[in-house]
């Protein structure tokens, strides 16, 4: 399971994703890893959730873009054509796999700024894949997760700067973890503006990791002010 996150803002856009990748092949085990992947050049960034299929159209995105910029009039199509490859390349047998994929759960995010646009589109990997362009915000992996209420009570939309939707971005992935701790954890973050991609690490990272336990410190302060209060004391 995944959680990862991408919100559109003004002048570029905030995609967040956890790193926990696990296996549960006998007993299940878990490790850290990449799940965002950018190419800054092109002004890209995609994330994915899912099995092989998944990954391996990840993959194919990033070759794919090395080679050659996608307009963005060109998007749908690149993407419907590249994750075909990939489900032809993973799936063997056309006719179980139809039948079996119907409930994928295999999705992608793909974001692309530029100096005067910025968009975002969701891929469906289905044995027969389909795309829709979002206007705003995209969350994907675990869809019952109740970090879903943040982004649509809090998100106010993409005419805020990116600088002011980190910490929304960053508390979606680091909430929607304690609530499903067994296959969701870490955090890794990329940051669009105007068509220049960033990584953010080290500092720059742990500095909107403290200031999301500040503001789950506010919650809760205001929830249940204080032990004596609570408890009827004066």
């Not at 006719?95 to 891929?123: G, H, P, Y």
Request: proline share 3%; net charge negative; with cysteine.
């Amino acid at each position: 399971m995944t959680l990862q996150v991408c919100l559109l803002g003004s002048d570029g856009f905030v995609m967040a994703s956890d790193t926990k990748y696990t296996t549960v092949a006998g007993v299940r085990s878990s490790f850290q890893g990449v799940k965002i992947f950018f190419n800054s050049d092109r002004g890209m960034a995609w994330c994915g959730c899912g099995d092989d299929v998944t990954h391996l159209t990840c993959q194919k995105i990033e070759k794919n873009v090395r080679e050659k910029n996608v307009d963005f009039e060109d998007m749908k199509e690149f993407l419907l054509s590249t994750a075909e490859e990939a489900h032809r390349e993973t799936f063997t047998l056309p006719m179980t796999t139809a039948r079996e994929r119907q409930q994928s759960t295999d999705r992608v995010i793909v974001a692309k700024s530029s100096q005067t646009e910025n968009r975002i589109w969701r891929l469906n990997i289905f044995y027969t894949p389909d795309i829709y362009e979002v206007t705003t915000k995209c969350i994907i992996g675990d869809d019952s997760n109740p970090c879903h209420f943040l982004t649509e009570s809090y998100y106010p939309g993409p005419a805020v700067k990116t600088a002011n939707l980190l910490v929304l971005a960053a508390s979606v992935v680091i909430f929607g973890g304690r609530h499903f701790s067994p296959f969701v954890g870490g955090l890794e973050m990329v940051v669009a503006k105007n068509g220049k991609i960033e990584k953010l690490e080290g500092e720059r990272l742990a500095d909107i990791e403290s200031r999301v336990r500040g503001l789950d410190d506010l919650i809760k302060g205001h929830i249940i002010p204080d032990a004596k209060q609570t408890n009827g004391g004066n």
